[in-house]
């Protein structure tokens, strides 16, 4: 599938702003199922950009802009053709050990309730993989049609007792239950294109499978990632798969609005 993405993102503040240092994870990365064919991140004001990558190989670009600064915004366009893989996340950049992914963060923190009913739903399952998809379908069924809303900064422990959790929350739910028991889990930043459906940043998860490797479950659907997904960032949780991280010297308060548009042009390029 040939997928367009322009996402724009536009920051105002109360008060201009001496400086800003944001690091943007804005950019996929190739991998066998997934191939950037164009992609730009355009600033609309005068600011100086330094392509990196961190340490978890996702691509970032640092920004750094001096004020004084009242407003600044964040474009984002283009194409990637992606292939389906049944969620088999196959060719990425690891420059890190799976067992790192073990690592519990205070976002992914589990309680007793939660790993019971990862227990419950690992079940009687085959193998690990058949054990992810019945977690995964599982949180499904518990918590259907979640959006897609911001960051709420609640723990996996947390969100699992609310009624109504977000994409990004059950994304965390799953990874803190994979983790407790012993499967390294991780989260990943990206875009979904699906039909009829708002466009928004989009969370989901990644699991290790020894023979196999990372793949992904999207608990906010019930499936694993297929070609309408494009893959953006990995980290232990939301906060460090973010797509826009930094800091701020000035005074005053700060607004954010995000416009996504995520669309299927055909199915080559």
Request: charged share 25%; net charge negative.
């Amino acid at each position: 599938m040939r997928i367009a993405v322009e996402h724009l993102t536009q920051y105002r503040f109360s008060e201009p702003q001496s400086r800003l240092v944001q690091m943007l994870r804005l950019t996929p990365g190739d991998t066998l199922d997934q191939t950037v064919l164009t992609w730009r991140v355009d600033i609309d004001c005068d600011v100086r950009l330094r392509d990196t990558v961190d340490g978890f190989g996702n691509k970032v670009t640092m920004l750094y802009a001096e004020g004084p600064i009242e407003d600044i915004a964040i474009i984002v366009a283009g194409q990637v053709l992606t292939t389906e893989s049944n969620g088999v996340v196959r060719g990425s950049h690891e420059p890190l050990p799976e067992g790192l992914f073990l690592r519990t963060t205070p976002r992914t923190l589990s309680n007793e309730a939660l790993t019971a009913f990862a227990r419950d739903s690992f079940g009687n399952g085959t193998d690990t993989l058949d054990q992810l998809h019945r977690w995964n379908a599982a949180l499904a069924k518990r918590f259907p049609g979640v959006p897609d809303l911001p960051d709420g900064g609640l723990s996996a422990a947390e969100v699992f007792a609310a009624p109504e959790p977000s994409s990004r929350d059950l994304a965390h739910i799953y990874i803190a239950g994979a983790r407790a028991l012993d499967v390294p889990a991780r989260y990943v930043s990206g875009y979904r294109q699906h039909e009829g459906g708002e466009s928004a940043p989009h969370g989901w998860a990644e699991a290790w499978v020894d023979g196999l490797g990372w793949v992904g479950f999207d608990p906010s659907a019930g499936i694993s990632p297929d070609e309408g997904y494009v893959r953006v960032a990995v980290g232990l949780d939301a906060p460090g798969a973010a797509t826009i991280a930094g800091s701020r010297l000035g005074q005053g308060k700060e607004e954010m609005a995000v416009d996504l548009h995520v669309d299927r042009l055909g199915s080559d390029a």
